[in-house]
């Protein structure tokens, strides 16, 4: 069975730190991994997507992630906390069979991450 | 204006009432989805189409009920509204070819007394 975990429920950093979102994934098959975002009050934003070419994906507003098969992990990084990037986010995986991608998904519990000055 | 209008924003009702979320869109796709979500638990699938005439369940459809009047509304009835329905839904819609890029409503919090 596909399933993906956030392996943080809330993080905390410093304006101006490194931000780490920890995903893992569990899949069969070779998975399409994607990042959403989620500001209070707003529907999710499509962060990036990976969907088998290079390993390293860049997103919006200076996420990147970074596609590892031997740890099953697709975690959310950015050098430098703004403030603006005080949100929950969401790992999802692309549910996959057989005969191809179904185009369902599968979402993380999610993350919160909260920002201070 | 928003690609996917949803409506209500904010419903609060009693137990056994028939609510009914909106939903409508600009963009032109045809795959329209309905999720639901709780806090911890990120969002699960209630009910998703592909087109008109093609509706299909998600993993959470009991209790819920879809309408497809036309190619850009997709819309989410509770037949009789119970409290553990208590949550923030969210339409969705994607284009053919792109799994997984999915945009999103702005939701509509329900609220069941």
């Not at chain 1, 905390?12 to 994607?34: A, I, M």
């Not at chain 2, 979500?37 to 998600?58: A, E, H, T, W």
């Not at chain 2, 959470?60 to 850009?72: E, N």
């Amino acid at each position: 069975a596909q399933s993906v975990t956030q392996l943080d429920s809330h993080v905390s950093v410093s304006e101006g730190t490194p931000v780490l979102l920890r995903c893992n994934y569990s899949s069969s098959y070779s998975p399409s991994l994607f990042w959403y975002v989620q500001h209070p009050n707003k529907g999710l934003q499509l962060l990036l997507k990976y969907t088998s070419a290079a390993t390293l994906v860049k997103g919006i507003n200076g996420f990147e992630a970074e596609f590892k098969k031997s740890e099953t992990s697709f975690h959310l990084t950015k050098p430098s906390a703004h403030m603006s990037d005080a949100a929950e986010y969401f790992c999802v995986v692309s549910l996959m069979h057989g005969s191809g991608n179904t185009g369902k998904l599968i979402f993380g519990q999610g993350t919160t991450l909260q920002v201070k000055p | 204006d928003a690609d996917v209008t949803q409506t209500p924003r904010n419903r609060i009702t009693k137990t056994g009432k028939r609510i009914m979320l909106e939903c409508s869109q600009t963009k032109g796709h045809d795959r329209m989805y309905w999720y639901r979500q709780d806090p911890g638990l990120g969002l699960r699938l209630i009910y998703y189409s592909f087109d008109v005439k093609d509706i299909n369940k998600g993993e959470i459809s009991d209790g819920y009920s879809v309408s497809r009047q036309a190619q850009a509304k997709f819309s989410l009835s509770l037949e009789s509204a119970i409290p553990n329905q208590t949550a923030l839904y969210f339409c969705a819609t994607r284009g053919q070819g792109t799994p997984g890029e999915l945009f999103f409503g702005e939701g509509s919090r329900l609220t069941v007394l």
